[in-house]
Every structure is written in structure tokens, then in C-alpha cells.
């Protein structure tokens, strides 16, 4: 089992660009969490997602961030317009039942 | 709503001795707590976790916690500190549904081995 895979591990960006992070589940796993880890910070949720739905999305930002988690293919987290403040280590996990997390290594996005 | 407090964003042991991490909880429900390790430009690893049932948590690396109700705690202990556990711990809380409706996290608090 291959665990939960992320890539990119490190992802530059120049202010006012798009990026996207994916997320892989471990296999098996329909339940996706994405955290956004700060420096000096603890991890902050920000979306939970099960195949194709939203659960609770009550740690997005308003603007700019949106998650989905399509039928066939990975988790993919995207963020239009980077602005400085979005750098940070952006976190996925994934869980068979809603219960016990699998972290992946996370993407460190920096916005240059 | 949840919380979490990690006293401490820093603590330094020698080699061998005790390690104590406290951490302190908040929650409406009955809570799920987790503590997790994250070495550098890693992801966390789960070190252990209460659910129900017995206080007394043992988890990976011989590391153990101790629910305390009346305490509203789960500190984190290793008796003999290595060069090794030199990492960032991270308090965790979840509500009723284990994870599912994620977790809040403490700061975490950086752990430092002196030799």
C-alpha cells in the first residue's frame, strides 16, 4: 500500500498564478482531508470530502481556494490568484471511515 | 467547538531523561485525542490515540498518554528520551465521529534532544 501520495512535494509560484495540489487516498480510503500548516503553526483544517461531494468546506478561505475529489482520480486542491500569504505546507489525509487519518508528506507551496 | 493547548512551543531533555509534552483539550462532546510526530519536511505520523475505553494510551516509539477527564488533559510521555525523538508533536482533538469532522490541532511543541 503506497500510502497517501502527494505531489508535487515542493511547488513555486509567482504571485497572481493558479496552483494545484493533488492528493492521492490510500487505496481504498474515500474519505479526504486537507489541512493548511502555517509556519510556527499548528495544522489548520480547511475541507473534507468523500467521492465527488463536499462534506464541510468551513476552513476554506471565501475566495480563491476550492477542493474536489472527482469520481476516478486524485484529490485535487486549487488556488487562483497566489498571494504571499498563501505560502505554507499544505497537508492531505485520507481514512477508510471518517475514522483514523493517513497524512501524506505534504506540498510546500511557495509564492514568490 | 474544540480547542487545544500545547504549553510549552519548545522543550529541551537531555539523552535519557524523561519527556513530558502536556497538552490541553476543549470540546462539547466527548472528545477523540491524537498525538502525532512530524520529523522535517515530513508529513505526521501517528504516534497514538484515545478513543474510549482504557486512559491509558501506549503507542509507537514507547510513547504513551494519559486521558484525564477531571484534567481535561493528554500529556504525552516517554520515559527515556532519544537523540531520536527529536521532532515537532502535535495535540490533536476530534469530536464524536472520530475524524470526521477533522481535527483541531494544537501548535505543536518542538521537542529538542540535548546529548
Known amino acids: 500500500n503506497a500510502g497517501v501520495m502527494q505531489n508535487p512535494r515542493h511547488l513555486v509560484r509567482r504571485r497572481g498564478q493558479e496552483a494545484r495540489l493533488r492528493c492521492s487516498p490510500m487505496?481504498?480510503?474515500?474519505?479526504v482531508y486537507w489541512y493548511r500548516q502555517l509556519p510556527e503553526e499548528g495544522l489548520k483544517f480547511m475541507v473534507y470530502l468523500q467521492k465527488e461531494n463536499i462534506i464541510d468546506e468551513s476552513g476554506m478561505p471565501k475566495e480563491r481556494f476550492s477542493a474536489e475529489f472527482p469520481k476516478e482520480g486524485p484529490s485535487i486542491l486549487r488556488i487562483q490568484q497566489v498571494v504571499r500569504g498563501d505560502s505554507a505546507a499544505y497537508f492531505c489525509?485520507?481514512?477508510?471511515?471518517?475514522?483514523?487519518?493517513?497524512f501524506g508528506s505534504g506540498t510546500r507551496l511557495t509564492v514568490v | 467547538a474544540q480547542s487545544v493547548t500545547q504549553l510549552g512551543s519548545h522543550v529541551s531533555v537531555s539523552e535519557g531523561a524523561l519527556v513530558l509534552l502536556r497538552c490541553n483539550y476543549s470540546?462539547?462532546?466527548?472528545?477523540?485525542l491524537f498525538w502525532y510526530v512530524q520529523y522535517p519536511n515530513q508529513g505526521l505520523q501517528l504516534l497514538l490515540k484515545y478513543t474510549t475505553g482504557a486512559t491509558l494510551v501506549k503507542g509507537i516509539n514507547g510513547f504513551e498518554a494519559e486521558f484525564k477527564k477531571s484534567e481535561t488533559s493528554f500529556h504525552l510521555t516517554k520515559p527515556s528520551a532519544h537523540m531520536s525523538d527529536a521532532a515537532e508533536y502535535f495535540c490533536?482533538?476530534?469530536?464524536?465521529?472520530?475524524?470526521?469532522?477533522?481535527?483541531?490541532f494544537g501548535k505543536g511543541t518542538h521537542l529538542i534532544i540535548q546529548p
Open positions: 487505496k481504498g480510503h474515500s474519505h
Open positions: 490533536a482533538v476530534s469530536g464524536v465521529r472520530g475524524g470526521a469532522d477533522g481535527l483541531t
Open positions: 489525509a485520507s481514512s477508510p471511515t471518517g475514522d483514523g487519518y493517513t
Open positions: 470540546s462539547s462532546v466527548p472528545p477523540y
